[in-house]
Nanobody, 126 residues
Framework: QVQLVESGGGLVQAGGSLRLSCAAQRRTISNYAMGWFRQAPGKERDFVSYINWSGGRTSYADSVKGRFTISRDNAKNTVYLQMNSLKPEDTAVYYC???????????????????WGRGTQVTVSS
């Protein structure tokens, strides 16, 4: 089973940028579609972004559309989330996840994703 390790989180001021990385181990991510979710304290884990197996199709939550960009490099076995124009409400633990639904077009519920990383904290100060 693929293992996922997130990195790139940290503390940033509002309006700033961060790039999260999700490195896959043990198996190639080219067999999976990938997603990013986030969870703030006391809240549910929410969908952020999805990228299909080839990188040819992406999807975003309305709250991040136009600010965040998901990408993947299958040769490096890594998925990225570029986050620009960050807001305090973006503060959360960000999780990378893999799914065998390689070209999904429905609602992105967490239970569609079978493998998760441990998360990386993103804190945006006002």
């Amino acid at each position: 089973q693929v293992q996922l390790v997130e990195s790139g989180g940290g503390l940033v001021q509002a309006g700033g940028s961060l790039r999260l990385s999700c490195a896959a181990q043990r198996r190639t991510i080219s067999n999976y579609a990938m997603g990013w979710f986030r969870q703030a304290p006391g809240k549910e884990r929410d969908f952020v972004s999805y990228i299909n197996w080839s990188g040819g199709r992406t999807s975003y939550a309305d709250s991040v559309k136009g600010r965040f960009t998901i990408s993947r490099d299958n040769a490096k076995n890594t998925v990225y989330l570029q986050m620009n124009s960050l807001k305090p409400e973006d503060t959360a633990v960000y999780y990378c996840a893999a799914t065998s639904y390689i070209d999904y077009t429905g609602t992105f519920y967490p239970n569609l994703f079978g493998t998760w990383g441990r998360g990386t904290q993103v804190t945006v100060s006002s």
